[in-house]
């Protein structure tokens, strides 16, 4: 158990509906990471947070966005999807940025 | 901004022999290096890192992994593999120039033939 906490492990929606994945960090770590595995992009940074502000951007797409909270848990919020959207997601933190981050089990998202 | 290049997006070794995944990475400055593992339907796991000090690193499952700054390099290796070794192989990059952010490779899928 990596101490990262991500909900809901599972989540099938119809296309064009909006979606909300949380992430719990592990306590004590300030940074917060997204992740967008697929099959045919691997696995590609969308976001990262630190201590509630947005540190680095990568390939995340108009339609998504992301927030971390005071009490330091995430949420990534994916609108208007498509069937393409369909992938893993995964949050990882760690508590700089240089040191190993640890990963949630990820939320498997079926875009039917 | 750091990167990372795996070569190989396959490997298929027979269960005993050599492992062999190999890491490229780019950085301006001192990088901080990682390889993790993910198995079928788990998130990914740390196998080893690599900050300062000894070039030649040990982590789990006998895996090990040594800096080469001359060839920005950064491969794992594992002497003798096991059919418990097949799964996705990920190596990452982290720098302070970038504000410490890691980027990952594309990841290398390990087979293991028995």
């Known amino acids: 158990d990596s101490g990262v906490t991500q909900t809901p492990k599972h989540l099938i929606t119809a296309t064009g509906q909006r979606v909300t994945l949380r992430c719990s960090p592990r306590?004590?770590?300030?940074?917060v990471y997204w992740y967008q595995q697929s099959l045919d992009q691997g696995l590609q940074f969308l976001i990262q947070y630190y201590n509630g502000e947005e540190r680095a951007k990568g390939n995340i797409l108009e339609r998504f966005s992301a927030q971390q909270f005071p009490d330091l848990h995430s949420e990534l919020n994916l609108s208007s999807l498509e069937l393409g959207d369909s992938a893993l997601y995964f949050c990882?933190?760690?508590?700089?940025?240089?040191?190993?981050?640890?990963f949630g089990q990820g939320t498997r998202l079926t875009v039917v | 901004a750091q990167s990372v290049t795996q070569l190989g997006s396959h490997v298929s070794v027979s269960e005993g022999a050599l492992v062999l995944l190999r890491c490229n990475y780019s950085?301006?400055?001192?990088?901080?290096l990682f390889w993790y593992v993910q198995y079928p339907n788990q998130g990914l796991q740390l196998l080893l890192k690599y900050t300062t000090g000894a070039t030649l690193v040990k982590g789990i499952n006998g895996f090990e992994a040594e800096f080469k700054k001359s060839e920005t390099s950064f491969h794992l290796t594992k002497p003798s593999a096991h059919m418990s070794d097949a799964a996705e192989y990920f190596c990452?990059?982290?720098?302070?120039?970038?504000?410490?952010?890691?980027?990952f490779g594309a990841g290398t899928r390990l087979t293991v033939k028995p």
């Open positions: 950085s301006s400055v001192p990088p901080y």
């Open positions: 306590s004590g770590d300030l940074s």
């Open positions: 990882a933190s760690s508590v700089e940025g240089h040191t190993e981050a640890f």
């Open positions: 990452a990059v982290s720098d302070q120039a970038n504000n410490n952010d890691m980027r």
